[in-house]
């Protein structure tokens, strides 16, 4: 059974750096095709792909983000960690990691399975 | 940045038919994806490469494409179909995903 958990703070302050960890079962990311993604949602909003780091280690950010976020993975502890700079109010948000397999019979951008998402506040 | 554009919300009644379109430049090139949100949860996904259903999602969700246009369907809507849908995709160049705005679905 495959499963995703997003762990981190709930709460960061304006200007603070947050990380958060996705710790994956039920697969390994250094089998070929297998990704993570980080993808947001505001309250009330709608979701937004953050970064994705694949079995090759490449890595692909938000075009709009990209300066503020590093994405990287721990193979042998099945964990991936976001690292978001320079926190702010409009980043509050639920904050979902899930899996993409780009051979995978549903198809090479598929998110097929994601995690339950931790909620993230930002204010002083 | 590439965009999917979805209608912000769609309302049938019971027993309808509903359908939801997301337009994109690059969905030519690239496979959609749908994917139901209820609230408090994680987004599941409903309809992959455009038009097939995963296993476990009723026959009533359907997808398909025209040109820059996919179209999720479903028939003979059910109060538990109300919810949000967001479509998803690749950029052209197939290094970027991005999600449409997303759909409220409303049974009245």
């Known amino acids: 059974q495959v499963t995703l958990r997003e762990s981190g703070p709930a709460l960061v302050k304006p200007t603070q750096t947050l990380t958060l960890t996705c710790t994956f079962s039920?697969?390994?990311?250094?089998?070929?095709?297998?990704?993570v993604s980080w993808v947001r949602q505001p309250p009330g909003k709608a979701l937004e792909w953050l970064a994705l780091?694949?079995?090759?280690?490449?890595?692909y950010y938000s075009t709009s983000l990209k300066t503020r976020l590093t994405i990287s993975k721990d193979t042998s502890k099945n964990q991936v960690v976001l690292t978001m700079t320079n926190m702010d109010p409009v980043d509050t948000a639920t904050y979902y990691c899930?899996?993409?397999?780009?051979?995978?019979?549903?198809?090479?951008?598929?998110?097929?399975?994601w995690g339950q998402g931790t909620m993230v506040t930002v204010s002083s | 940045s590439y965009e999917l554009t979805q209608p912000p919300s769609v309302s049938v009644s019971p027993g309808q038919t509903a359908r939801i379109t997301c337009s994109g430049d690059a969905l030519p090139k690239q496979y959609a994806y749908w994917y139901q949100q209820k609230p408090g949860q994680a987004p599941v996904l409903v309809i992959y490469?455009?038009?097939e259903r995963p296993s476990g999602i009723p026959e009533r969700f359907s997808g398909s494409s025209s040109g820059t246009t996919v179209t999720l369907t479903i028939s003979g809507v059910q109060a538990e179909d109300e919810a949000d849908y967001y479509c998803?995709?690749?950029?052209?160049?197939?290094?970027?995903?991005?999600f449409g705005g997303g759909t409220k679905l409303t049974v009245l």
């Open positions: 490469k455009d038009s």
């Open positions: 899930a899996r993409i397999h780009r051979e995978s019979i549903v198809g090479p951008d598929a998110f097929d399975i």
């Open positions: 039920g697969f390994s990311l250094s089998t070929s095709g297998m990704c």
């Open positions: 780091i694949d079995w090759d280690d490449d890595k």
């Open positions: 998803q995709s690749a950029d052209s160049s197939g290094t970027y995903e991005v």
